[in-house]
């Protein structure tokens, strides 16, 4: 059994499709904490349903970057964690905690990792940038957090087909159901490389 806590801003459906993994005793695993900087997303409402325990710290709650730092790595010694897992968190991570965590900040990516990643490559921007370049496949990249935004080492790929006539909205679907069986798979995978569990 190790420990994890996730990061999130949005609808929260990797968030969800980890914890269901936790339930059903698929990932050996306990979530201890929820961290958001946007304390109306969808994922707040997912981590009441399954009891975990959430904090908002954003620039709103915390305007100096220094104290939003440190509001951060309190969490993480008031509930010390194994593994960061990021699911939709749509600040870049600071150094500060990259350093707390060497090697175990992990992040979701819709895109075939070193395409169509770094800065401007979020939500629909990725989806659009693959269909206007014609791409035959994308899908998600499950890979290490580093200071570099999409950089770090990557962990597993799926490829999903493009397909003819395919809406920006309609790849970003598939892909998502792909990144819900890829994820906690990636995640039990690590854990055992880490020695996390047998
Ligand atoms: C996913 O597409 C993930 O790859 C990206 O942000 C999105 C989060 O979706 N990093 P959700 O909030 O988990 O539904």
Redesign the pocket.
Known sequence: MFSFGVM?S??????KALLEKVQDGSLRAKCAFLIVNNGDC??VQIAKEFGVPTFHISGKTHPEQLEYEEALLGVLSNHPVDLLL???YMKKIPDSLIQALPERIL????ALLPKYGGKGFWGMNVHRAVIENHEKQSG?TVHLVTSEIDKGRILAQTPVPVLEGDSPEEL?AR??QQ?HRLYWKTILDYAKTLKLIP
């Open positions: 999130a949005g609808g929260g459906s990797n968030f969808g994922a990021l699911a939709g992040n979701i990516h819709p998600p970003a892909i998502l990144e």
